[in-house]
């Protein structure tokens, strides 16, 4: 079981950052952490989808999409994908599509919000990269946990 958000920040603050942006809980499971991958893309969900089909490890993906909620860059399949592969979750900062069937995947999923619209499949963007979302920097390898209180990363 995983320690609370909360209790985690009460024993361990110091060494870690609170993500300030109100993401919302759209996976079947609200709680998750992991070790941090990253895809910086916009609009193009190509890299996420490449990503989560391979073996995730327990890892999370942060996606930064920009904010942008103009195009959804992860659908059910994609997640479906990820479950497969062992990911822990997604967090994403932008739209996701598919909101009732990923609900119902066993997996963590934050975003922004959803939008029916497909993204593009170029292949644009950057992989495993650090990321900053809200002023707090997401460092691949390093650890992020999840839950109905918000986000925390390990510096």
Known sequence: MMTAT???????GDELDSLGVQFL????????????????C?????LVKRVLATPGGGAVLVVDGGGSLESALVGDLIAASAVENGWAGII????????????????????????????????LGEVDVPVTIGGVVFTPGRHVWADADGVLVER
Do not use: M, Q
């Open 92 to 123: 994403v900062n932008g739209a996701i599509r598919d909101r009732v069937a990923i609900a119902s995947l066993d997996l963590g999923v934050k975003a922004l919000g959803s939008n029916p619209r497909k993204s593009a499949k170029e292949g």
């Open 6 to 12: 909360a209790d985690l920040y009460d024993e361990r």
């Open 25 to 40: 809980d759209l996976g079947g499971r609200t709680a998750f952490a992991g070790p941090i991958r990253t895809v910086r």
């Open 42 to 46: 916009h609009r193009d969900n190509a």
